[in-house]
């Protein structure tokens, strides 16, 4: 009788999961590659991941990166009737974002545009907002609206309207940003999406998870709980670490043949899907990166031979008594010309490279990160 009721609850939470398809869209690099600009845009705008994570100078700041390799990305619909955007699900911030049609930047032509007048539902904000970036920043409005995420409709959601952008923007796949992170980052005390979804009652967990697929379609975010057909295993539970607004938690060790090669001490980690690759300093990467044989070219990507790969080792995250192993099949990828490990130097981020091979869960009521083998 009990394993009927588990069962039963089991089958309830499930009905009431959202079920987000993400698509796996070609990269900044890809795209311009193809163009033959991609080492112009490389000098142009420096890949600096660690800068959305740095302490922010002014409230309404909000740090950003040009990240050539992200890729994922899903549609909500914002007004009434709901105008479609393509965003990308950013665990590492909590504002949500997207162009408006007075945009006159170059960035905005060749991304969906928000037209307030054309919504029955939208409120203007009295603030402005930005986003600042290395090389270029992004700046506009705030508004009120409604915000369609799949069959659902968060009301009265804070959310920026751009009227600048950075121009290579123009070269990312998505119109926009949902930050899922916590509330501490959210624009002008306003609350994060997410965080609305549960007060309105709209989802039965306080939690998501997410599902990355290496292919271009098959990705699923799922927001209001888990969903074991994207899992193998049993999901292991890590607790937030300290007091920060990101998914932070603690790593003990990484290893690799039974030998430390990074975290010796044990170091801090931002689990970030708006991150392609593994951050960390300059020091443990560099180690781990010699590890593998890979030389460093004059950008920073370290370069291994695309014939040998398979012959590489598993890189094994130690974190909160689990153990994470990582095969070169995720952790190397191939461009146009050169195989790349999916390590690069700045404060410990796990992006897109660790989240690929692990489903990974975000907690919101119980202050966790769960992580299982992706099926």
């Known amino acids: 009788m009990k394993s009927a009721f588990v069962l039963l ?55 950003l990166t040009f990240d050539p390799d992200l890729t994922y990305y899903g549609v909500i619909g914002v007004g009434t ?27 905005c032509e060749s991304h969906s545009k928000f037209n307030s007048s054309a919504s029955s539902t939208f409120q203007a904000g009295t603030k402005p907002f930005y986003i600042s970036y290395n090389s270029g920043f992004v700046a506009g409005s705030t508004g009120y609206e409604n915000i ?80 074991p057909s994207y899992y193998s295993g ?18 003990q060790s990484i290893t690799i043949n039974g030998n430390t090669v990074a975290c010796s001490a044990g170091c801090e980690a931002v689990v970030d899907s708006g991150t392609s690759v593994i951050i960390g300093p300059s020091k443990d990467i560099n180690n781990i990166n010699g590890w593998l044989g890979a030389v460093t070219n004059q950008y920073g990507d370290a370069i291994v031979s695309c014939s040998n790969t398979k012959l590489l080792p598993d890189i094994v995250f130690n974190i909160n008594g689990y153990s994470f192993a990582l095969p070169p099949s995720a952790y190397v990828s191939k461009s146009v010309s050169r195989c790349r490990t999916g390590f690069a130097t700045g404060s410990w981020i796990l992006g897109e490279v660790f989240m690929r091979q692990f489903y990974t869960a975000f907690d919101i009521g119980n202050n966790m990160v769960g992580f299982a083998q992706a099926v």
């Not at 991941?49 to 309404?60: G, H, M, Q, S």
């Open 234 to 251: 049993s999901i292991n539970w890590v607790p937030v670490y300290g007091a920060t607004n990101y998914w932070n938690i603690q790593i």
């Open 148 to 227: 369609k995420v799949g069959d659902i409709y968060v009301e009265n959601q804070i959310f920026g309207l751009t009227n600048t952008e950075a121009v290579f923007l123009a070269s990312l796949p998505w119109d926009g940003i949902l930050g899922m992170a916590f509330p501490g980052l959210a624009l002008q005390g306003g609350t994060p999406i997410f965080d609305n979804m549960w007060n309105q009652g709209k989802i039965p967990q306080d939690m998501f998870s997410m599902y990355l697929s290496s292919s271009v379609e098959g990705s699923m975010l799922i927001l209001g709980g888990t969903d």
């Open 9 to 63: 609850a089991f089958l309830t939470v499930s009905q009431g999961l959202l079920r987000i398809p993400l698509m796996r869209g070609k990269s900044a690099r890809q795209l311009l590659e193809e163009k033959g600009l991609f080492e112009e845009y490389r000098r142009k705008f420096p890949y600096n991941p660690a800068a959305k994570f740095l302490p922010r100078n002014e409230l309404d700041a909000v740090p």
């Open 81 to 107: 009737p709901p105008q479609l955007f393509k965003v990308l699900f950013d665990t590492g911030s909590s504002v949500l974002w997207v162009p408006s049609v007075s945009c006159s930047s170059a960035a």
